[in-house]
């Protein structure tokens, strides 16, 4: 081990240190408020760590890199972690999910998320994958009381299994004709311009269907309706904005590497569409705030696709800056659900009348995050789609980009709908809106960054640019 | 003086007012005041940018430009913090701040619940519309251009009666309709120019000489003018104005007709025909056809309503079908004639709207089947009513009649037949309007109505817009002036 290596797995190492350490503290004392505290403590030290040290590129023993872009989205996955373990503080107190194996599990997760984002080689990438979709299993499935909870994770898990699968032998294929798990040689030897043999082809195809399973894309959307309505809050928060922030992180740790991508521009186009069709017209018929938000999640997801494809016009920067704002949007929304239910608001659409006045802070945070998801400025999802757009028709996508543009028309009714509800009625009884401090400040942060990144997008932008070609 | 930033202040201080107001959620008093002292405060700045009108535009600033603000934003993307103000934006400017003000002042009573949150919203919208009538900058004005539709949605929804949460969704989800594919438009434009000149940027006075093939500027100034026709807005894209009209609040319908509805004209006029003169000039026909038909069909339709508030969402669909004209003539007159009846139209219109909702706060009811003789019992209220009413008319002497005469001089050597039939419209303008007054002011009362006269608060209201109807209507010489040099440089004539 040089210097080197562990000035790049710091980051890896804290994380899991730290979920030990709670994970035996839990046991010694059984003291959970100290436990989470441990956890989050770890996270952010983490995150901290790197994002404040100089990127290095090169980890001679390791597996692993830290370059600018690893660095930043270790940042991103480490805060969203250590903002969700706040989050569930409450949640989990009100939902009756004890034990130190919940923080350290998103610790774990974590973890794998930034094995994930610092990787150079199939091999860890992999690992770090299914690292953190493995938390994911327990976490979906954590809130044991509940029927639908453990049904959703058992799907997840169906589900997550298969797609694995498909992405082991998907990569054990491409592994199969280069010889190497280096990242870039295996992108260069497969996708060259001229189609692929059929092995490489057969291996792309595998590796793809995996990762529509990951980013919920249509046809492997199914089981995100699910996971998305019965999992508690914030664990849908940490699965939407970073698991598939992870997963599009992947993409643009692959991709990127080829030295052309017209052999895969099919099979991306057709999912970006199917999901953007399928996704935002389903959500219209969605009586359930959060099956809507699955829905709108897997439409989502196609716009960022959508930015993949685009790539020729500046679509990879496009895509990661997308990844962060809907990060960040997952978590303002989820958060501001986590509150809204626990404050004993049912999942219907009706049960969210009027509670913007009864419960203002989560309630106006929810609608930020809602005209975020619309595309409405002054937020960063207008910014970001503003950027997935241009890319597109920079890129000559012009038809895909018209079909995008409309479906978000579409979309903007039902996230309106839920803002309607909000805002619009009269609610139906005075309560006192039960918020902690930190929960206030995780949610008010969320809703400020969302406003903010969307008006100065200038530095992430830039710094995006200068790191994906 | 050049260096101090006059516009952006115009734009941020109702914005700072807003959230002035928030710390005085429990103190509804004093938080309007504020709000009060502050929109006046603003009025005075906008009518202190008329002393600088005529001086020479500073460095940097396109043509006619006598005010120019230039900040770095997003500079990756070629975006800036353009800000320019000239004569055109000059009036909308100061009527923005007058009918805030207006607005703020028919919500004095009538608004008792949520009630700072109301002025709140207020606010924002003059600083969103403020922000349309100032980019410079094709990014920024999509930007404003989008954020003025939350505030509307939620004064509709929140405030408004009937059907109000259909009518708030409905005029969102139709105007954001449209402006989406101008956003595309816009996003084809920047990149046509970028490959062009290798210079990406969303700058206006640099977009302007963009080489476009026909087709593609056709197809590009096609989704300018639907997202304009539908805020303007054009038949057959009017559907959502007078649902949204009928259920807003009435500081809504004020904000709505006298200050929404001139963005999509003053869209079109700034950007649609300057960026895309060869396309603007082959889909003419298609403006004209939409103004005509938008003058005789809301004409026809408004004398079969029942309630007074649609009846005059109706009538404003009219007299804007007159400013599209105007524009679609684009001679000097005309078009001067246009900008001004934007200016006279939200003055009449809004003042109707706010007449609308002082009657319907004293009897609950805006059916004009429940009035009547209501000349002999509140005289002031009849008085004003009848002056506004035939101001909107177009009675010699008063404000829309100098607009209108402009435009239909204006138009007749370029488009003899729609001259002609935006004529007849006139005719049928009158026939309503008198219908109206002779049923609600003149004919007998057909039940009981208790109703006070204006309170002092509500003649005071009146006043400052009666003023600007006879200014207008008697004296528009200075307005003129102040846009003839405008005029003449989109004519593409020397200053």
Known sequence: MTPADISIALPLLILAIGAIVTLVHGALTRNQAMGTGIAIVAALGAGLWSLQTPAVLVAPNLGLSAGGLARLFTGFFTFMSAAVLILSRGDNTYRGISGEEYPATILFTAFGMVALASATNLLILFLGLEAMTF?????????????????????????????????????????????????????????????????????WAFVLIGMAFKLSLVPAHLWTPDIYEAAPPPVVAFLSGGSKGAAALLLLLLLPQAQDLASLRLPLFGMALLSMLVGNLAALRQSRVRRMLAYSSIAQMGYLVLALISYRGGGFPAAAFYAIAYGIMSLAAFGAITVLERNGCGTTLDEYRGRGFSHPVAAAVLAVALFALAGIPPTVGFTGKFLIFASAIRAGEIT?????????????????????????????????????????????????????????????????????? | ???????????????????????????????????????????????????????????????????????????????????????????????????????????????????????????????????????????????????????????????????????????????????????????????????????????????????????????????????????????????????????????GSID????????????????????????????????????????????????????????????????????????????????????????????TTSALFAMVGMLQSRTNTREISAYGGLWGKVPILSCFFMLFAMASAGLPGLNNFVGEFLILTGSYKVAQTATILAFLGLILSLVYTVRLLQEVLFQEERQPLALDDLGFREICTLTILALGVFYIGLHPGPLLDLLSQPVNILMGGAP
């Open chain 1, 135 to 203: 938390g994911f299993y327990l976490l979906a499935a954590i809130d044991r009381e509940q029927e639908v909870s453990n049904e959703a994770g058992l799907k997840y898990l169906l589900m997550g299994a298969l797609s694995a699968a498909f992405l082991a032998f998907g990569i054990a294929l491409l592994y199969c004709i280069t010889g190497t798990l280096a990242i870039n040689d295996v992108m260069q030897a497969t996708l060259t311009g001229t189609l692929p043999g059929p092995v490489a082809l057969a291996g």
């Open chain 1, 400 to 469: 895909l980009a018209t079909i995008g543009i409309l479906t978000a028309a579409v979309s903007v009714y039902y996230y309106l709908r839920v803002v309607a509800a909000l805002y619009l009625h009269e609610p139906e009884e005075k309560g006192q809106e039960n918020i902690s401090i930190l929960e206030t400040l995780v949610l008010g942060l969320s809703a400020v960054l969302l406003i903010l990144l969307g008006l100065f997008p200038s530095q992430l932008l830039a710094f995006l640019q200068m790191h994906l070609p």
């Open chain 2, 1 to 251: 003086m050049t260096t101090f930033p006059v516009l952006t202040i115009l734009i941020v201080l109702p914005l700072v007012s807003g959230i002035c107001l928030i710390p005085l959620r429990k103190r509804q008093t004093s938080a309007k005041n504020l709000a009060l002292a502050l929109t006046v405060v603003e009025l005075a700045i906008a009518c202190w940018t008329w002393t600088l009108a005529g001086s020479p535009p500073p460095p940097g600033a396109p043509q006619g430009f006598f005010l120019f603000e230039d900040f770095s934003w997003i500079d990756g993307l070629g975006i800036r913090f353009t800000l320019g103000m000239d004569g055109i934006s000059l009036l909308l400017v100061i009527m923005t701040a007058l009918l805030t003000i207006i607005a703020m002042l028919a919500s004095w009573q009538t608004v008792t619940e949520r009630t700072v949150l109301h002025y709140i919203l207020l606010l924002v919208m003059e600083s969103s519309i403020l922000g349309v009538f100032l980019s410079l900058d094709l990014f920024l004005f999509y930007l404003f251009w989008e954020v003025m539709l939350i505030p509307m949605f939620f004064l509709i929804g929140i405030w408004g009666h009937g059907r109000k949460i259909y009518s708030a969704i409905k005029f969102f989800v139709f105007t954001l309709a449209g402006s989406l594919l101008m956003l595309l438009a816009i996003i084809g434009l920047y990149l046509i120019h970028g490959r062009e000149s290798g210079v990406y940027t969303f700058n206006f006075s640099a977009l302007i000489g963009t080489h476009l093939d026909p087709t593609v500027g056709i197809w590009l100034y096609a989704a300018f003018l639907l997202s304009f026709a539908i805020k303007f807005p054009l038949v057959p894209f009017h559907t959502w104005l007078p649902d949204a009209h009928t259920d807003a609040p009435t500081a």
């Open chain 2, 256 to 347: 709505l007709a006298g200050l929404l509805l001139k963005t999509g004209a003053y869209g079109l006029i700034r950007f649609g025909y300057p960026l895309f003169p060869d396309a603007a000039k082959t889909l003419t026909p298609l403006l004209f056809i939409m103004a005509v038909a938008g003058i005789l069909y809301t004409a026809w339709i408004a004398f079969a309503q029942k309630d007074m508030k649609r009846l005059v969402a109706y009538s404003s669909v009219g007299h804007m079908g007159f400013v599209a004209l105007g524009i679609a003539a684009w001679t000097p007159v005309a078009l001067s004639g246009s900008i001004l009846q934007m200016v006279s139209h939200g003055i």
